[in-house]
């Protein structure tokens, strides 16, 4: 699973990171949030579920990925 922060809508609310701080971070220089980890396992997917969850302004999303890539 892949997590995708839309910059466009983010307004750097930082709930993301409080729910899920091993995905996301705030960033000190530009004030925006980015994807610092992938939801590799199940533990992290749920936080990353989580973090897409508590997003005020829904600009996390979550990409299935196929497992059998070419």
């Known amino acids: 699973?892949?997590?995708v922060v839309d910059t466009s809508l983010?307004?750097?609310h930082g709930e993301c990171v409080?729910?899920?701080p091993e995905l996301f971070d705030l960033g000190d220089d530009d004030g925006a949030v980015h994807v610092v980890g992938e939801a590799s396992d199940e533990a992290l997917r749920?936080?990353?579920r989580g973090a897409e969850r508590v997003c005020p302004v829904g600009a996390i999303r979550l990409v299935m990925q196929d497992?059998?890539?070419s």
């Open 1 to 3: 699973m892949r997590v």
């Open 10 to 12: 983010c307004e750097a």
């Open 18 to 20: 409080a729910v899920a």
């Open 46 to 48: 749920e936080k990353a």
């Open 67 to 69: 497992v059998l890539q």
